[in-house]
């Protein structure tokens, strides 16, 4: 019997899938379900179980949220390791390992922000070396970070409620297709062109800390400036209706024609575009000049919240979204070119750290799915301004008092001339009306 949450290794796996796809001729064998409503089986169904398996173990109450310090963040960090190891992977941390150790600054006694205060922790970092002959320079880093909010905490949506915050779709969801994508790319090295470089970061939720950690200083051997893409995957657990959400499709001319095609074969209906910036550690490598894509199935109800479980995740859509990103990632060691990037002004975040108000939305980085111009909210925070407001998710701000609203650098630009106790008015479009509300901005915490 298989000790709870630990992979199979590479040969199972591998030889399942073969097998599945052998008698299938296809990934997409479908039956139905004893209430009628269709249920991938086969080759999805076998990686969707492990899939299931290695989110549970990760966003478990023993896990203790995974926040930074935290006994549970150690051990999902070790388990990690051990998945790397077993599907095959070689160390490409410090010394040998697989570990990237790096420090995170916390607050002192009585929450002095000046004391020098640090917790350690590390990056598991994984390399799959080229099969072919006539390989390519350069490496592709795929991505995800496995740290969570721990027991809450002023990043959490119920910032007033200590409790354990499992993390499951944020990003238990990721790190196990990071894990899927591993497994797939390990059963067709033969295939790849490139060296890939697997990478579950830790200390995103704190500010990118493990993936700008890494970016200053890489280990393994790798060099940031032969690095050709970054691929990221957070929140990837919630598909519904076939729809994923692929940011940075803008950080190179080539994406869009890369990937759509690919979209398409594994029946996704994907919305491309969008800069490298953005809240998750593909902006870690934008901002070194690195193209990103970063795979999304949006944000929900759980999101930063005590109930983001494991029991709401769409196991299956997760597989599907790996088996996409293997794809994209196989495609991009065979480009014999390297990727034109497409440089962005100066990144949103900077702006938002610059300014002093607070609205408290959370914006979708993706845009309208109808491509209509304004800034898409995809939640607002409990308690807000924007809440106090009438703001919702969902709604699409097209205008704040004088300024027009086209997309997420004007939304930021608003927001970081504002100042708190500042009235403005807001126009937005929600179920084709436009509205007008009017907002008080609070002050940064």
């Given at each position: 019997?298989?000790?709870p949450?630990?992979?199979?290794?590479?040969?199972?796996?591998?030889?399942?899938i073969?097998?599945?796809?052998?008698?299938?001729?296809?990934?997409?064998?479908?039956?139905?379900?004893?209430?009628?409503?269709?249920?991938?089986?086969?080759?999805?169904?076998v990686?969707a179980?492990?899939?299931q398996?290695?989110?549970?173990w990760l966003?478990?109450d023993?896990?203790?949220g995974?926040?930074?310090?935290?006994d549970?963040?150690a051990?999902?960090?070790?388990?990690?390791?051990?998945?790397?190891e077993?599907?095959?992977?070689?160390?490409?941390?410090e010394?040998?390992?697989?570990?990237?150790v790096?420090?995170v600054p916390?607050?002192?006694?009585?929450g002095?922000?000046?004391?020098?205060?640090?917790?350690?922790?590390?990056?598991?970092?994984?390399?799959?070396?080229a099969?072919t002959?006539?390989?390519?320079?350069?490496?592709?880093?795929?991505?995800?970070h496995?740290d969570?909010?721990?027991?809450?905490g002023?990043?959490?949506?119920?910032?007033?409620?200590r409790?354990?915050?499992?993390?499951?779709?944020?990003?238990?969801?990721?790190?196990?297709?990071?894990?899927?994508v591993?497994?797939?790319?390990?059963?067709?090295?033969?295939?790849?062109?490139?060296?890939?470089?697997f990478?579950?970061?830790?200390?995103?939720?704190?500010?990118?800390?493990?993936?700008?950690?890494?970016?200053?200083?890489?280990?393994g051997?790798?060099d940031?400036?032969?690095?050709?893409?970054?691929?990221?995957?957070d929140?990837v657990?919630?598909?519904?209706?076939?729809r994923?959400?692929?940011l940075?499709g803008?950080?190179?001319?080539e994406?869009?024609?890369?990937?759509?095609p690919?979209?398409?074969?594994?029946g996704?209906?994907?919305?491309?575009?969008?800069d490298?910036?953005?809240?998750?550690?593909?902006?870690?490598f934008?901002?070194?000049?690195?193209?990103?894509?970063h795979f999304?199935?949006?944000?929900?109800?759980?999101?930063h919240?005590?109930s983001?479980?494991a029991?709401?995740?769409?196991?299956?859509?997760?597989?599907?979204?790996?088996w996409?990103?293997?794809?994209v990632?196989?495609?991009l060691?065979?480009h014999?070119?390297?990727?034109?990037?497409v440089?962005?002004?100066?990144?949103?975040q900077?702006r938002?750290?610059?300014?002093?108000?607070?609205?408290?939305?959370i914006?979708?980085?993706?845009?309208d799915?109808d491509?209509?111009p304004?800034?898409?909210?995809?939640?607002?925070?409990p308690?807000?301004?924007?809440?106090?407001?009438g703001?919702q998710?969902?709604?699409?701000?097209?205008?704040i008092?004088?300024?027009?609203?086209r997309?997420?650098n004007?939304?930021?630009?608003?927001?970081?001339?504002?100042e708190?106790g500042?009235?403005?008015?807001v126009?937005?479009?929600?179920d084709?009306?436009?509205?007008?509300?009017?907002?008080?901005?609070?002050?940064r915490?």
């Amino acid at each position: 019997m298989r000790a709870p949450g630990r992979s199979w290794r590479p040969a199972g796996i591998t030889a399942l899938i073969l097998v599945a796809h052998w008698l299938l001729g296809t990934t997409d064998a479908f039956a139905q379900r004893a209430d009628g409503s269709e249920q991938i089986t086969g080759a999805v169904g076998v990686a969707a179980k492990q899939y299931q398996a290695d989110v549970s173990w990760l966003a478990s109450d023993e896990r203790q949220g995974r926040g930074v310090g935290s006994d549970g963040l150690a051990a999902a960090g070790a388990w990690l390791e051990r998945q790397f190891e077993d599907i095959g992977l070689e160390p490409a941390g410090e010394n040998g390992t697989y570990r990237h150790v790096f420090s995170v600054p916390v607050a002192g006694p009585h929450g002095d922000p000046h004391g020098n205060y640090r917790w350690y922790a590390f990056n598991v970092v994984g390399m799959l070396a080229a099969g072919t002959e006539d390989r390519l320079p350069g490496e592709v880093v795929v991505g995800a970070h496995y740290d969570h909010l721990g027991y809450g905490g002023e990043e959490s949506l119920e910032p007033d409620l200590r409790e354990i915050h499992n993390g499951a779709d944020d990003n238990a969801s990721g790190t196990a297709a990071l894990l899927e994508v591993a497994r797939v790319l390990v059963s067709r090295q033969e295939e790849l062109r490139r060296d890939v470089v697997f990478i579950a970061f830790s200390a995103e939720e704190g500010g990118l800390i493990g993936s700008r950690a890494f970016v200053r200083a890489p280990s393994g051997g790798v060099d940031i400036e032969a690095v050709m893409a970054m691929v990221n995957m957070d929140m990837v657990g919630r598909l519904t209706d076939d729809r994923l959400q692929v940011l940075g499709g803008d950080s190179a001319e080539e994406w869009k024609e890369m990937v759509e095609p690919l979209c398409e074969s594994h029946g996704m209906d994907c919305v491309i575009g969008g800069d490298g910036f953005g809240s998750s550690d593909q902006s870690a490598f934008f901002e070194v000049d690195i193209p990103v894509l970063h795979f999304f199935t949006g944000v929900h109800e759980q999101y930063h919240k005590s109930s983001d479980d494991a029991k709401y995740i769409h196991a299956e859509g997760g597989v599907r979204v790996a088996w996409l990103v293997s794809d994209v990632v196989t495609k991009l060691t065979a480009h014999e070119d390297d990727l034109t990037l497409v440089k962005s002004a100066e990144p949103p975040q900077q702006r938002r750290m610059a300014g002093r108000a607070r609205l408290g939305t959370i914006p979708d980085y993706a845009g309208d799915p109808d491509g209509r111009p304004g800034q898409l909210l995809s939640a607002v925070r409990p308690g807000s301004p924007a809440e106090q407001a009438g703001l919702q998710r969902g709604d699409l701000i097209v205008q704040i008092d004088d300024a027009e609203v086209r997309d997420i650098n004007d939304f930021m630009e608003v927001l970081s001339a504002a100042e708190p106790g500042q009235r403005a008015t807001v126009i937005v479009i929600r179920d084709g009306e436009r509205l007008q509300l009017e907002v008080t901005y609070g002050a940064r915490e």
